[in-house]
């Protein structure tokens, strides 16, 4: 799922609770954290992705164990 499916939900959590973050039901997958309110993204992405070097040092540390749990996440739809 897209930052752009959970926006319309982030802001709908905001307007309820006035919360800034929120967890959603299908977070980061990545993270699988809160997200921010306002954009739908996810907190530690956009953290992230201030520092470009700490992002790429980051997807080359997890990327196979982040790919190995979307798939998972994948077949777990699918069923
Ligand atoms: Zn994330």
């Not at 954009?39 to 790919?67: F, M």
């Amino acid at each position: 799922m897209s930052a752009r499916g959970l926006k319309p939900e982030g802001h709908a959590v905001r307007a309820a609770t006035g919360a800034v973050r929120w967890t959603p039901a299908d977070p980061c997958p990545l993270h699988r954290g809160e997200h921010y309110t306002a954009s739908g993204r996810c907190v530690e992405c956009t953290r992230l992705a201030k520092e470009p070097a700490k992002q790429a040092r980051y997807w080359a540390e997890h990327s196979a164990d982040i790919n190995r749990k979307r798939r998972e996440q994948r077949r777990g739809r699918a069923s």
